[in-house]
């Protein structure tokens, strides 16, 4: 983008593809760190004069309309972020969006109603999304990739577009990359890796990578049990994903042959059902060894005992990355596995790098300063695939 902000921009039309994916209740958002994020690019380029074309998807609504995905929320936010009227189109490639990007003044910035209310966004059928590509090309003179979040998709929006326009990376993307080839190329060691959340599907192929590459690697959220029935224990009623059972015992074995330290949870925080996250009624919880968790309980959280020993594991960390909650952390009984985590992280003289939609908004919920961490990403299965050495859609469009 400074090559693009180096020469005349003013009067152009810039198409920014943003990640504007934010958590919401109702209509409220409930975290804005992905808004705040592309504010330095979207306020660089309207400050050099361009007419700013805001576009993002939100959610996963089946490419057509649909009140609950709208992304006028997430327009009001970045108004009063910049401290400046934002126009919302209520249509993505539409009259509204024709309309309102040819109203666009010089400086003036737009946001376009999310992308996936249109099936050509995320179609499979790459005639589908190059048919829905050049709708948005007609919007723009310039593209500026910038939804790092996104990156690891091909979308039209991502993918298909960029190729059109005259094509630049934001300055989030370049932040980010630049962050992530730290943990990629040349890690400083100790390299610890925390990785939490509900499924271990999710982050099979992650630590398929990183058991040749972390020196330790620490697991909880609920993808923890899987891991510890694949050692033969008893887990309750806790989350199971039965079908990953076979690859998890395996990469328990490769860790062993490897020396990389693949450490589970020593006890867990169990109840006999799911919190109510919305009433946040307390739920009781009790602490049992990982090996006795009763038949009718789940684990929710990871215990005290693990807690210490992440945060003693965490401690002489050089790079921690950390990808995940520990826990049900929406509920104040379980959110404790969680701030040992971030506090360990905070500790450390190491430096952290958390990745993930959920363990950033976490940080930021859970009241912590995210300015003392070393990043934190705004992508999370993105973040995950860029480790796991991927390619990534997003960004190969943007490096020719
Ligand atoms: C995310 O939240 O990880 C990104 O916004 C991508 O969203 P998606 O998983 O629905 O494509």
């Avoid at 690697?217 to 029935?229: D, E, S």
């Avoid at 859970?366 to 990534?392: P, Q």
């Amino acid at each position: 983008i400074d090559e693009l902000l180096a020469g005349p921009v003013a009067g152009k039309r810039v198409f920014v593809r943003a990640d504007l994916n934010v958590p919401l209740s109702g209509t409220t958002i409930t975290d804005d760190g992905r808004i705040r994020a592309v504010l330095p690019t979207v306020k660089a380029l309207a400050e050099a004069g361009a007419r700013v074309v805001v576009a993002s998807h939100l959610g996963r609504p089946k490419g057509a309309p649909d009140p609950a995905f709208s992304l006028a929320p997430a327009a009001a936010r970045l108004g009063e972020l910049l401290g400046a009227d934002v126009a919302f189109a209520t249509d993505t490639v539409g009259e509204s969006a024709g309309a309102t990007v040819a109203q666009l003044a010089d400086g003036q910035v737009a946001v376009l109603e999310n992308l996936r209310f249109n099936a050509g966004e995320t179609s499979k059928d790459d005639a589908e999304r190059a048919a829905f590509a050049d709708l948005l090309a007609g919007l723009a003179d310039i593209y500026v990739g910038d939804g790092f979040g996104a990156v690891h998709r091909g979308h039209a929006s991502v993918f298909d577009l960029p190729a059109r326009l005259p094509h630049y990376a934001g300055h989030l993307i370049a932040t980010e990359v630049g962050v992530l080839k730290k943990l990629t190329e040349d890690v400083k060691r100790p390299y610890v890796v925390a990785l939490g959340g509900a499924k271990v599907s999710d982050k099979l192929a992650v630590i398929d990578q990183l058991l040749g590459k972390a020196d330790r690697i620490l697991i909880g959220g609920g993808m923890a049990y899987t891991f510890l029935k694949a050692k033969g224990y008893e887990i309750g009623s806790s989350l199971l994903q039965e079908d990953q059972l076979a690859a998890v015992a395996e990469y328990l074995e490769r860790a062993e042959k490897t020396g990389v330290e693949l450490v589970l949870p020593v006890d867990a925080l169990v109840s006999s059902a799911f919190p109510d996250l919305k009433a946040k009624a307390p739920a009781d919880p009790t602490a049992v060894a990982a090996d006795a968790i009763p038949a009718d309980q789940m684990g929710l959280d990871i215990g005290p005992e693990t807690r210490k020993l992440y945060a003693s594991k965490i401690a002489d960390a050089a790079t921690v990355f950390w990808n995940g909650p520990m826990g049900v952390f929406e509920h104040p009984d379980f959110a404790e596995g969680t701030k040992a985590v971030a506090q360990a992280l905070l500790d450390s003289e190491a430096f952290t790098v958390v990745g993930g939609g959920d363990s950033a908004a976490a940080v930021r919920i859970l009241g912590f300063d995210e300015n003392a961490f070393g990043h934190i990403s705004t992508g999370g299965g993105a973040s995950l695939e860029y480790l796991e050495g991927k390619t990534l859609p997003g960004l190969a469009a943007l490096e020719d």
